[in-house]
T-cell receptor, first 109, second 117 residues
Framework: QQQVKQSPQSLIVQKGGIPIINCAYENTAFDYFPWYQQFPGKGPALLIAIRPDVSEKKEGRFTISFNKSAKQFSLHIMDSQPGDSATYFCAASSRAGRFGAGTRLTVKP | DGGITQSPKYLFRKEGQNVTLSCEQNLNHDAMYWYRQDPGQGLRLIYYSQIVNDFQKGDIAEGYSVSREKKESFPLTVTSAQKNPTAFYLC????????????????FGAGSRLTVL
């Protein structure tokens, strides 16, 4: 069973749009929530991460929103570009991390 | 350059054969991990090791085995007991076994694609 539930499975937006990817978890022991970005044929790479003691973290065009009471967090990509087209994974961890199922994002020019 | 090297990149196996996937890191990381990636299922944890000579089962360890005799190496053996081994396998490492430090980023290798014929 997936310990971290991620949606949607795929997402298509126009250039400049704001795709939002959502994740939910059950295990309250999780205390670190990273997002990874993966391009075809490559391993995932860390994009941005948040701890549960803050509600939002922004790095460049990428923002994580975190709702501890709802056990949900989401990734927003501002002013999306075709180069952002990739698969995005949310994860949660206290020890070894558990990943969501991934969202394949396509940004059309 | 520091990083993780996985080999082979592509591997074909006949049913009933065991195969071993190599993972080597020169990052001086204590912790290493194996994940399996299938379409629509994301990354699922097979095994992880926080220190040399110690490893823990992940969520889908059945049909797999690992060893951690050296800090820099964490090979994964896919045994004939694994019923559906065709997948993309990713090895990763981190500074230590706890992600909570905030500085503990997972570094991934480029992956190995195993196909059972």
């Amino acid at each position: 069973q997936q310990q971290v539930k991620q949606s949607p499975q795929s997402l298509i937006v126009q250039k400049g749009g704001i795709p939002i990817i959502n994740c939910a978890y059950e295990n309250t022991a999780f205390d670190y929530f990273p997002w990874y970005q993966q391009f075809p044929g490559k391993g995932p790479a860390l994009l941005i991460a948040i701890r549960p003691d803050v509600s939002e973290k922004k790095e460049g065009r990428f923002t994580i929103s975190f709702n501890k009471s709802a056990k949900q967090f989401s990734l927003h990509i501002m002013d999306s570009q075709p180069g952002d087209s990739a698969t995005y994974f949310c994860a949660a961890s206290s020890r070894a991390g558990r990943f969501g199922a991934g969202t394949r994002l396509t940004v059309k020019p | 350059d520091g990083g993780i090297t996985q080999s082979p990149k592509y591997l074909f196996r006949k049913e009933g054969q065991n195969v071993t996937l190599s993972c080597e890191q020169n990052l001086n990381h204590d912790a290493m991990y194996w994940y399996r990636q299938d379409p629509g299922q994301g990354l699922r944890l097979i095994y992880y090791s926080q220190i040399v000579n110690d490893f823990q089962k992940g969520d889908i360890a059945e049909g797999y085995s690992v060893s951690r005799e050296k800090k820099e190496s964490f090979p994964l053996t896919v045994t004939s007991a694994q019923k559906n081994p065709t997948a993309f396998y990713l090895c990763a490492s981190s500074i230590d076994g706890s992600w909570s430090s905030g500085a503990n980023v997972l570094t991934f290798g480029a992956g190995s694609r195993l196909t059972v014929l």
